[in-house]
């Protein structure tokens, strides 16, 4: 399974914030708000369950007996949605971002 690069992800985030805040792409004010919390603990939990999924699916390929198919099965699946999940916010981010750059002045 992939994992997140959150520090990336973060990166381009604020980069996109300051583009649309008019300042420079490096020079982004850390006081973010609600919102940007909001969005970097959800990256941290999609990145949690992801750690745990793929943790389930390697301790369950070693035989650890405490571990059954049914657990790893949900796990995963657990993963998969909430990666899609913030994939399709980061999609409807981006999609606002462009939708605000492009109206007139």
């Not at 919102?35 to 990145?47: I, K």
């Not at 999924?53 to 390929?61: D, N």
């Not at 059954?68 to 606002?96: C, D, G, H, P, Y």
Request: hydrophobic share 40%; net charge negative; no cysteine.
């Amino acid at each position: 399974m992939k994992e997140i690069d959150m520090t990336q992800v973060l990166a381009q985030m604020r980069t996109m914030a300051a583009q649309a805040q008019g300042a420079q792409p490096g020079a982004v004010n850390e006081s973010g708000g609600e919102f940007a919390q909001l969005l970097r603990q959800s990256l941290e939990h999609v990145n949690t369950v992801q750690n745990q999924a793929s943790g389930l699916a390697e301790a369950f390929e070693r035989g650890d007996p405490k571990v059954n198919l049914s657990e790893v099965m949900v796990a995963l699946q657990k993963a998969s949605i909430s990666f899609q999940t913030m994939t399709q916010v980061r999609n409807k981010l981006i999609e606002a971002y462009q939708d605000i750059k492009n109206m007139p002045i």
